[in-house]
């Protein structure tokens, strides 16, 4: 059995659905609809809310930051998962393995950290607006966007380097159409307790910490609708919470399934771990959009100001 080490790198091969190789031209489908539905649709909010001055807020700012990282998060996968699907080029480099997993984590660590920036918006427009524009200024949101990026790149490249000290003389054949952390780790014939205890530790503080502190927020968030005199005033402010609290289950949810796919799932079909991954990095850059385009009024106006425009020029 060949050994990989340092100075030799392995060429991995990527795979689509295990054991459904036969349906990939048909699966390629759906997914190319996901693609074309979360690009489309993530650039759209962007473009909106850079180009209508209405739009220029606090709430509607960490929103197309949401956007760019779903955008990110669709590019970093796009560039292995239709070769996979349709032209069979299943084989890539351990450089640019590394290369696409980092990527693909960032954004999703990203993500995760604006989610939770979403949530602290959403705790001072409601519990203190009468600050609210001077709490959260153009600046300190160019600050919080700064603090997101340099957080995951800090914790993600350690994690990187360490994959490289590794020796691989398993099989080279990854589960996933792109390279994924854990993936990678269990084709290593070394001894990986460091990466294991990395790669956990990265989550928790990321996403297990932001998921604690999104929580926190909405208890002090009811607490301070609960003192609002006014029902009418307790529906509506609560209101402006439903597309953040739903854009954050469609994260969450299919994060802990993958997590215990991966950890309890081991008698599972091969298949199984491949469908949650592929729901945890493609159902949220998809249904953000949507979410935001039909529960936010002033998208849905501006999105109708910007057909409407296009359709006088026609």
Avoid at 22 to 32: D, G
Avoid at 169 to 197: E, G, R
Avoid at 209 to 232: G, P, T
């Amino acid at each position: 059995m060949p050994i990989f080490h340092n100075s030799t790198l392995p060429t991995f091969l990527l795979t689509g659905f295990p054991g459904l190789e036969w349906a990939h031209a048909w699966i390629s489908i759906p997914f190319l609809c996901l693609y074309v539905t979360a690009l489309s649709g993530n650039t759209l909010i962007l473009f909106i809310v850079l180009t209508e001055p209405s739009l220029h807020e606090p709430m509607y700012y960490f929103l197309s930051m949401l956007s760019t990282t779903d955008i990110g998060l669709c590019i970093s996968t796009l560039v292995t998962v239709p070769g996979t699907f349709w032209l069979n080029a299943w084989k890539i480099s351990f450089d640019a393995c590394l290369s696409q997993m980092f990527f693909i984590h960032l954004f999703t660590f990203m993500e995760s950290s604006v989610l939770l920036a979403m949530a602290f918006d959403r705790f001072v427009a409601i519990s203190n607006p009468l600050r609210y524009a001077t709490i959260l200024t153009q600046a300190r949101i160019a600050q919080i966007a700064l603090a997101v990026i340099t957080r995951g790149t800090v914790i993600l490249t350690p994690l990187v380097l360490l994959l490289k000290r590794l020796s691989f003389c398993h099989s080279n054949v990854l589960h996933h159409s792109y390279c994924f952390h854990p993936d990678v780790m269990k084709l290593s014939c070394s001894d990986t307790k460091i990466n294991s205890a990395f790669g956990l530790t990265a989550i928790i503080s990321t996403a297990g910490v932001d998921s604690v502190f999104i929580l926190l927020s909405y208890v002090l968030i009811i607490r301070s609708v609960l003192n609002i005199a006014s029902q009418e005033e307790r529906k509506k402010a609560f209101s402006t919470c439903i597309s953040h609290i739903t854009a954050v289950a469609i994260f969450y949810i299919p994060l802990i399934s993958l997590s215990f796919v991966h950890r309890f799932g081991k008698h599972a079909p091969p298949y199984v771990p491949t469908l949650t991954a592929n729901v945890y990095l493609f159902i949220p850059p998809v249904m953000n959009p949507i979410i935001y385009s039909v529960k936010t009024k002033q998208i849905q106006k501006a999105i109708l100001k910007l057909l409407c425009s296009k359709g006088t020029h026609i």
